[in-house]
């Protein structure tokens, strides 16, 4: 299996990903204050929205390279 092959799948894969979970969220801690010995931390959750096109793209992008990766010249 080539590279191309490979990196074709892992587009289509994260595509579909994408399409299906349309965002993702992850924790941020963050220092709020620290006095002395005593140090306060904030928890946020953010989450980030995937765009459709960009998942499109990736499946169109990882197709493309299982069809031409494929070919030996």
């Known amino acids: ?10 587009l289509i894969a994260a595509g579909v990903a994408g399409l ?18 005593l140090e306060l931390s904030v928890k946020q ?4 929205p ?7 793209g990736a499946i169109v992008v990882g197709v493309g390279l299982l069809l031409v990766g494929g070919k030996k010249g």
């Open 50 to 56: 995937v765009p459709v096109w960009a998942s499109v």
């Open 20 to 37: 299906v979970m349309g965002s993702f969220s992850y924790t941020q801690d963050t220092e709020a204050v620290k006095l002395g010995p």
């Open 1 to 10: 299996m080539t590279i191309a092959r490979i990196v074709g799948i892992l």
């Open 45 to 48: 959750e953010k989450t980030v």
